[in-house]
């Protein structure tokens, strides 16, 4: 029977992958035992310690439901979604930079009219968006659906509250560009929000004495055909949280000036009942293939 000290029970785990069929997952599951074991030699894990991580683990499988995953939200407040998004976007090429998708984009979102207002019954400082998707030489492209989302005054997505499914959909929308690329779309200034701070992802933020902000941003996906999906943020220059976001998302092209205005009309010519803001941003396509990610959501229930 063999028996291995510490490094040759790395060497014997490896080994036990040689007849993977597919290399890919061959050299993923080698690479994943050899980080792991050299945390746990690293470390000197103690046995309380493994016992504690298990039970983390378990914790964090048991929070997600079809509306919520804990563990994306692990991934993204340790980095992990950002670093998978910066490995598989090095060479941007003047296109648009990304952020994560986080866990609030539901799926392809219901289209609206140009214009449309998309937080008509909520409370907050009015806001115009308008935009322009185009190559990256500029020429304008026509009839590209974009899914835009944000939180409300209060810190909360619509699909956070308990009356969702009755209520439908609130701060979320998708636009489809005009022949010069544009759309544009009435809401109100999103503000800085916590993440969901009550399973085990909270409790390890709090534990390690992080804040749990995001600063205010307003989500955008958009979809060309030819091009490479491309997901971001527009955050607000200026928030509190914009240097510190928990899960690391803020790239400097990212940050918007937003106006204050308080022109009687707003850019459609349509009146302006108060003053309001005005968030102007462009975004440029990168060529490519892909297909718009769907929500990760957990296929079981609570029980
Ligand atoms: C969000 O921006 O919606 C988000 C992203 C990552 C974690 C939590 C929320
Ligand atoms: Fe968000």
């Known amino acids: 029977m063999p028996q291995f000290n510490d490094t040759e ?15 890919r997952v061959k050299f993923l599951m080698e690479e994943l035992v050899k980080s792991l074991h050299d945390y746990v030699r690293k470390t000197d894990l103690t046995f309380d310690e493994w016992g504690y991580a298990i039970d983390f683990l378990t914790r964090t499988g048991q929070k997600c439901t079809s509306s919520r995953q804990e563990f994306i939200l692990l991934s993204d407040v340790l980095g992990v ?11 941007r090429e003047g296109a648009t930079e990304t952020t994560v998708l986080g866990p609030f984009y539901v799926g392809e979102h219901k289209p609206m009219p140009h214009g ?20 990256l030489g500029g020429k304008p492209l026509a009839g590209v659906p974009v899914d835009v989302w944000h939180a409300d005054d209060d810190g909360y997505y619509d699909s956070q509250k308990p009356d969702y499914e009755t209520r439908g959909p609130s701060s979320r929308a998708r636009f489809v560009t005009d022949a010069d690329g544009r759309f544009f779309f009435r809401t109100i200034l999103p503000c800085s929000y916590p993440i969901p701070t009550d399973g085990p992802v909270g409790e390890m933020i709090l534990q390690t004495r992080r804040h749990p902000m995001r600063p205010a941003h307003v989500h955008f996906l958009v979809d060309a055909p030819g091009y490479e999906p491309l997901i971001t943020h527009v955050f607000i220059e200026g928030d509190k949280y914009i240097d510190s976001d928990v899960v690391f998302g803020v790239k400097s092209d990212l940050i918007s000036k937003i106006e204050k205005r308080s022109d009687a009309v707003m850019p459609d010519g349509k009146p302006a009942a108060a003053p309001w803001h005005l968030m102007t941003y462009d975004f440029r396509m990168k060529p490519g293939k892909g297909t718009a990610p769907k929500p990760m959501m957990a296929v079981t229930e609570d029980a």
Not at 11 to 23: H, N, Q, Y
Request: hydrophobic fraction near 40%; charged fraction near 25%.
């Open 81 to 91: 979604s950002m670093l998978v998004d910066a490995v598989n976007h090095r060479e």
């Open 116 to 135: 449309a207002d998309i937080s008509p019954d909520l409370a907050g400082e009015r806001m115009f968006v308008q935009s322009r998707v185009t190559d």
């Open 9 to 23: 029970l790395t060497a014997a785990v490896i080994g036990s992958f040689e007849e993977t069929p597919d290399p």
